[in-house]
């Protein structure tokens, strides 16, 4: 499906490795003949052994990415464009593959781990499970021993334990397969700053193994003080707004989104973006931040495609 009448603003070369995002358009149908426009033209890539982060506002659209990559949107999405993953030399088309990919092909580790974790069970038992569905080589002591989960508290419930234990579970079973891509949509929003830091580390052991790892967060101030994040992307509105190494993204925002996001932490000063997001039913096809924030430099012309060194963003400059 294609809603975007402009030529495609970037293609991003589709190699036999790590994750491609490729244009992905998602529109889902809501109620009285209305259309949520959830991600628009949206290309990340992200190489084997690299963290992105992909973050923006609530409502911005950042999950239906993560659904739409892992098969999990609602059958009544329609879903233009690509996503693929490298996978030991075969290159899988997650739009259209009939395999069975989740926890194989894709790691998934989710917001809350008591939707990966059922309370009726312990979580030695669980982890077990995972190993059989996926066919993993590993054994359950040699998953823990990974993410630091103590062997004593393989016998306890979900619920007997603290938010970041269960999460750690969570990441253990996550990469029971070796997945080539790992994908964490806000893993550390119920967890306080040290086991927030503690699994974003994990995480970066996940890339070290070799794990092409998305990691969606509103959390800037964790990405800020971890420097977890190899690339960040900043999504507005079901679109990207500009996407490049974190360094750069966090230091020299292009947009002026990004450095309005960025001046909203408390330790740059907690000035809070005015107004709100918009609704994405029946959004232009235009970027919409300037709606917003007419007084940005948006205003006066359309936003425009800069390339410099390897990042391709929209930017405020004409
Ligand atoms: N199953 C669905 N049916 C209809 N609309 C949906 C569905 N899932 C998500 N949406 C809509 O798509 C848009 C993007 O939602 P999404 O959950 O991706 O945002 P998000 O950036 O992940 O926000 P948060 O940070 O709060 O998790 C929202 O307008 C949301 O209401
Ligand atoms: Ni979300």
């Given at each position: 499906m294609t809603t975007i009448a402009s030529t495609p603003l970037h293609v991003t070369p589709v190699v036999g490795t790590g994750l491609s995002i490729d244009a992905l358009t998602v529109r889902i149908p809501w109620r009285r003949g209305r259309t949520v426009h959830?991600?628009?033209d949206v290309s990340i890539r992200i190489e084997p052994g690299t963290i992105t982060a992909l973050v923006g506002e609530s409502g911005c659209g950042k999950s239906v990415v993560a659904l739409a990559a892992m098969g999990?949107?609602?059958?009544s999405a329609r879903i233009g464009g690509r996503i693929t993953v490298g996978d030991n030399g075969r290159i899988v088309d997650l739009l259209h593959?009939?395999?069975?990919?989740?926890?194989?092909?894709i790691g998934m580790v989710p917001q809350s781990p008591s939707t990966h974790f059922t309370p009726v069970h312990t979580v030695g038992a669980q982890i077990a499970e995972t190993i059989r569905a996926v066919g993993s080589p590993y054994s359950v002591s040699e998953l823990i021993r990974r993410v630091d989960f103590?062997?004593?508290?393989?016998?306890?419930?979900?619920?007997?334990?603290?938010g970041g234990m269960v999460q750690r579970a969570a990441i253990a079973a996550a990469i029971a397969a070796d997945p080539p891509v790992v994908i964490a949509d806000e893993p550390t929003a119920h967890l306080d700053q040290q086991h927030t830091d503690t699994v974003l580390a994990l995480l970066r052991g996940c890339a070290k193994r070799g794990s092409a790892v998305l990691l969606i967060t509103h959390d800037i101030g964790a990405l800020l003080r971890t420097s977890i994040a190899d690339r960040i992307a900043v999504m507005y509105a079901s679109r990207i707004m500009e996407e490049g190494p974190a360094e750069h993204v966090l230091?020299?925002?292009?947009h002026d989104y990004t450095a309005d996001l960025l001046n909203a932490l408390p330790e740059r000063g907690l000035h809070p973006i005015p107004g709100m997001p918009p609704?994405?039913?029946?959004?232009?096809?235009?970027?919409?931040y300037h709606l917003r924030r007419p007084e940005t430099q948006h205003l006066g012309g359309p936003t425009m495609l800069v390339t410099r060194e390897n990042r391709t963003v929209r930017t405020r400059r004409p």
């Open positions: 959830a991600v628009t999990l949107l609602p059958p593959t009939a395999e069975s990919f989740r926890g194989r092909t103590p062997a004593e508290a393989l016998d306890r419930y979900p619920h007997e334990l603290s230091e020299d925002p292009w609704e994405l039913t029946n959004l232009g096809d235009d970027c919409v």
